[in-house]
């Protein structure tokens, strides 16, 4: 990657999954680039606060891991190394969804790793540590971001240090991945600007997990495991995937009322009321480490950055900060690390104009957008199709359930057309290749012999 100096200092708030693939991204066109983290962060692959999803399975997709090794040349050795165990996602995942137990295993070319979140966070921690021009300060809770007298520029961050004082550091840029946004929505209340317009849709999810080891007899003929349920039949999702340290974590998401517990024999209750058996009879008498984890997860989220007429220079909100995925589709790191590649190339274009960082923003958040796209209408469609969810459905919704429906029906047929497939939900290629008209009267035919 080519670097050309835009500015003297970006700040980038946040050291998790968005943060630290965006200092990488930046660091290549500003002097020094500091990293500012309120949590204290582990030396290996722990659990820290900040990051209570953490304990709940992480997949990284195929798009996210080829993003993640753009940046970091050799990143996926590196996973490999510290333990991550190496998957082909259409051979050794069992995928499970109603009329397809399983649905056809065939390779797919869709090569991802399989590894606990600390594991793939103190990975990236690592190869971010690396780079002189960074500095990740830990302990440093940023309080809100100071705007220039006109309000047109962002130009600074206060915040409490690891003493507990006071500080502000100035930036030319400063990219907020705090999960949330809280600090770009102050900025712009403070200064009377709007706020961007949200899509939400309230899936109203409840997580468990448990950490078990995987038992000597455990089944040879596959490595993890995804069983759907119908969304009429409440829509449950399980999953079952390996970790290092030959451990599996199995993760049990519920909607609405139907709520995974949190103990042990209502757990492995719920795993047993599955649609099939498999991931019941995979862990019904394996070693269970540590206690069960719960997270509630109300509502995805999508804020339209990108609608916004004007927006203050120098400050670009990051990650979940733009869009905060429903987690069971195993999309925000990747999605997360696909914008640190695009900002990337963004800063790259912008490097050779004589105010780079004026039409940042908005060439990033358009860019953003169609990033965005894929990923959130490939969750969206199913969420909605639940009777229960909240949000505003589409008119066509149930023509796009059909489409799905005739296309994992050509899937499990034709094998280009399940690699097709693959590659879309693994985010290496968008939705729009499913549009191709070939294609499209293939899969309605399908749909038309149900
Ligand atoms: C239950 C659950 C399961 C998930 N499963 C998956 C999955 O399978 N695959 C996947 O790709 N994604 C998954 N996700 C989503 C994934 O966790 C996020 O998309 C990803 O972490 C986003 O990265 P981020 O940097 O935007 O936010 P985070 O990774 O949450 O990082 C935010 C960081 O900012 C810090 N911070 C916050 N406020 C401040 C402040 N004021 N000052 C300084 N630091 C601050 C926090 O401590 C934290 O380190 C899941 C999410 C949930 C809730």
């Known amino acids: 990657m080519k670097s050309t100096s835009i500015g003297r200092q970006a700040v980038v708030v946040g050291a998790g999954m968005g ?61 490999v190394d510290a333990g991550a165990v190496p998957l082909e996602a259409g051979r050794d995942l069992r995928f499970e969804r109603p009329g397809y137990d399983p649905f056809p295993r065939r390779d797919l070319g869709l090569g991802v790793c399989a590894m606990s979140r600390p594991l793939i966070e103190s990975t990236v921690r690592q190869r971010v540590n690396r780079y002189d021009n960074i500095v990740i300060r830990e302990r440093c809770r940023v309080q809100d971001l100071v705007a220039s007298p006109d309000g047109g520029t962002v130009t600074a961050v206060r915040f409490e240090n690891s003493e507990g004082r006071s500080e502000t550091l100035s930036a030319d840029l400063i990219v907020e991945a705090s999960g949330r946004g809280y600090l770009v929505n102050g900025v712009l209340e403070s200064l009377g600007r709007p706020r961007p317009e949200e899509t939400t849709i309230g899936v109203d999810i409840t997580y468990a997990t448990a950490i ?122 990747s999605v997360a690390a696909q914008e640190a590649r695009l900002l990337h190339e963004v800063l790259q274009r912008h490097a050779v104009e004589p105010e780079p960082l004026a039409g940042l923003a908005p060439a990033f958040f358009a860019e953003a957008a169609t990033l965005i796209e894929t990923p959130w209408a490939m969750a969206a469609v199913p969420d909605l199709a639940h009777p229960k969810t909240e949000g505003q459905r589409p008119e066509d919704l149930d023509q796009a359930l059909e489409f799905t429906e005739g296309l994992f029906r050509l899937a499990s047929q034709d094998a280009a057309v399940h690699k097709l497939l693959g590659e879309v939900l693994h985010l290496l290629k968008p939705q729009s290749v499913l549009r191709d008209p070939d294609l499209v009267e293939r899969v309605e035919a399908m749909a038309a012999q149900a």
């Open 212 to 333: 078990f080891t995987i038992p000597d007899d455990a089944p040879s003929d596959w490595k993890a495991v995804l069983t759907f349920d119908a969304p009429e039949k409440g829509g449950a999702v399980a999953v079952l995937a390996p970790l290092e340290r030959n451990r599996w974590i199995v993760t049990l998401i519920g909607r609405h009322d139907e709520k995974p517990p949190g103990d042990r024999d209502g757990f492995l209750a719920y795993a047993q009321g599955l649609r099939t058996p498999t991931i019941y009879s995979a862990i019904r008498k394996a070693e269970q480490l540590g206690e069960i984890v719960r997270f509630g997860f109300p509502a995805s989220f999508r804020r339209h950055f990108d609608r916004l007429e004007a927006f203050p220079r120098g400050l670009l909100p990051f990650g979940d900060s733009i869009c905060r995925f429903n987690p069971a589709y195993g999309q925000g790191m």
């Open 19 to 79: 943060g630290l693939p965006a200092a990488r991204a930046v660091a290549d066109f500003f002097e020094r680039v500091l990293v500012l983290e309120r949590d204290t962060l582990p030396l290996d692959a722990s659990h820290r606060i900040g990051i209570p999803q953490g304990r709940h399975t992480h997949a990284l997709l195929a798009g996210g891991l080829r993003a993640l090794g753009d940046l970091f040349p050799g990143f996926e050795q590196d996973l």
